[in-house]
């Protein structure tokens, strides 16, 4: 009988592996609280069921299955996984030794070496909770697209990447030349892709969506000459043949009203911003990435251009202009990892006066909006991907208890638990999500 019964069971297993490998391993989180941001609500005592990395089932004292982990974070809140819809990963400038200019940090750092320091900077981000970074340029000669494909094949741990490549813009710069810049004879390469005709414009773009971009970034007006609405239009129309939608970098006020008028999606900075570009964002759904740097942050702004950055994030909330929270924040602060200076932001937020719910739907609904993923990563949903994180205390009372992630789970794995990032089951040498992703 006894072997019989091993028989059996070594022919279920056999059955179950040809089926396609082992049964999946349920993972039963129990909740203490778990937050909606949509409606800015905590409910109680939760279980959130995970199964291949996904979402099974959500809800208030849900049967755990027999043989399923259990993670107990009943002392604490879970809510899903934060947003920085506008970062550098492959940019880290510093005082030392280029005085935080950088222009000097491209010249200085090759692009392997920058995309080792992004897959740095995406752990550090994900220790603080954001499971998705837009990453929007500036990353060398597509560093992101390495970091995003290095991530999705499953060899490192790191939020999901949504990338630009390389900022296209109108010709300028003037560099001395790092080995990428000599060989290739262009002047601001790889930073930036210099297009100014028509054709150009259309190369760059589809330059960008070959090498892996997800999302296409311009400079609409880095340049006196910049964009015209037209030229714009035409980005967003070649960009839309794959389904991209368009950023534009914006420093001026007339600058910001072309992009909107072209029709891009988002907008970069807040320089650009006035009460009437506002109006017309509200009125047309543009998303504002205001990249609100905060005073604590010396050198990084002034006591005058922060004083208007908090005024003009008001000025948008309250004309309900369509807020994401993105941060910018592509240097070095010391003592502070890249994820910990991401979260500094919310102080710009909470002097702009602007509630804890709403700061936290910037941080999570409105960046799946923003990024594109809402359908599939971001909500606490069945069938969704299992991203989630949890906090002490309760982000809508106070959103500085997302100062403290202690709990970060991504695809149903977790990365960080009881506040020490444990990221062994993140590192995988072979294609575990298939060598095709790109
Ligand atoms: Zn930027």
């Known amino acids: 009988m006894k072997r019989h019964l091993?028989?059996?069971?070594?022919?279920?297993?056999?059955?179950?592996?040809?089926?396609?490998?082992?049964?999946?391993?349920?993972?039963?989180?129990?909740?203490?609280?778990l937050v909606d941001p949509d409606t800015g609500t905590v409910s109680p005592n939760q279980v959130i069921l995970v199964q291949a990395g996904r979402i099974t089932a959500v809800g208030a004292n849900l049967p755990v299955p027999e043989g399923a982990e259990v993670i107990d974070l009943s002392k604490l809140t879970v809510l899903p996984g934060l947003v920085d819809a506008h970062n550098h990963l492959a940019l880290t400038y510093k005082e030392v030794p280029e005085n935080n200019v950088y222009y000097l940090?491209?010249?200085?750092?090759?692009?392997?070496?920058?995309?080792?320091?992004a897959v740095s900077n995406g752990i550090q981000m994900l220790s603080a909770g954001f499971t998705i970074v837009r990453d929007m340029g500036n990353n060398g000669n597509y560093a992101d697209t390495a970091l995003?494909?290095?991530?999705?094949?499953?060899?490192?741990?790191?939020?999901?990447?949504?990338?630009?490549?390389?900022?296209i813009g109108s010709m300028g710069g003037q560099f001395s030349p790092t080995p990428e810049m000599a060989?290739?004879?262009?002047?601001?390469?790889p930073e930036y892709l210099d297009a100014d005709t028509p054709d150009e414009i259309v190369k760059a773009v589809r330059q960008n969506m070959l090498f892996g971009a997800k999302v296409i970034k311009i400079c609409a007006d880095c340049k006196p000459w910049g964009y015209s609405v037209n030229d714009i239009k035409l980005v967003v129309a070649e960009a839309a043949k794959a389904g991209f939608k368009v950023e534009a970098h914006c420093q001026t006020v007339e600058g910001a009203r072309r992009a909107i008028d072209g029709g891009v999606w988002s907008i970069a900075h807040d320089s650009?911003?006035?009460?009437?570009?506002?109006?017309?964002?509200?009125?047309k759904g543009v998303w504002r990435a205001?990249?609100?740097?905060?005073?604590?942050?010396?050198?990084?702004?002034?006591?005058?251009?922060?004083?208007?950055?908090?005024?003009?994030?008001?000025?948008?909330?309250?004309?309900?202009?369509?807020?994401?929270?993105?941060?910018?924040a592509d240097y070095w602060v010391q003592g502070?990892?890249?994820?910990?200076?991401?979260?500094?932001?919310?102080?710009?937020?909470?002097?702009a006066g602007i509630p804890a719910p709403a700061i936290l739907r910037a941080m999570t609904t409105n960046g799946y909006k923003v990024s594109e993923t809402e359908k599939?990563?971001?909500?606490?949903k069945p069938g969704l991907a299992a991203d989630l994180i949890a906090v002490e205390g309760n982000p809508l009372e106070n959103i500085d208890a997302l100062r403290q992630v202690t709990f970060v789970m991504k695809d149903g794995i977790v990365f960080k638990r009881d506040g020490i990032v444990t990221p062994e089951k993140f590192f995988n040498a072979g294609p575990v999500k298939g060598w095709r992703v790109r």
């Open 6 to 33: 091993s028989l059996l069971s070594a022919i279920l297993v056999a059955a179950a592996v040809t089926a396609g490998g082992q049964p999946p391993q349920t993972t039963a989180i129990r909740a203490g609280g």
């Open 105 to 117: 940090t491209y010249v200085l750092d090759s692009t392997p070496l920058r995309a080792i320091q």
């Open 148 to 167: 995003r494909v290095g991530i999705e094949q499953g060899w490192i741990p790191g939020p999901t990447i949504i990338n630009s490549g390389i900022i």
């Open 183 to 189: 060989k290739d004879h262009n002047i601001v390469y």
């Open 272 to 283: 650009g911003m006035t009460e009437e570009n506002h109006r017309l964002m509200a009125e």
């Open 290 to 328: 205001g990249t609100e740097t905060p005073i604590s942050l010396t050198g990084h702004t002034t006591k005058e251009r922060y004083d208007r950055t908090v005024r003009m994030l008001k000025n948008a909330y309250d004309l309900k202009v369509p807020l994401t929270f993105s941060t910018d």
């Open 336 to 351: 502070k990892t890249r994820g910990e200076l991401a979260i500094e932001f919310i102080e710009t937020w909470k002097a």
């Open 376 to 380: 599939v990563r971001g909500p606490i």
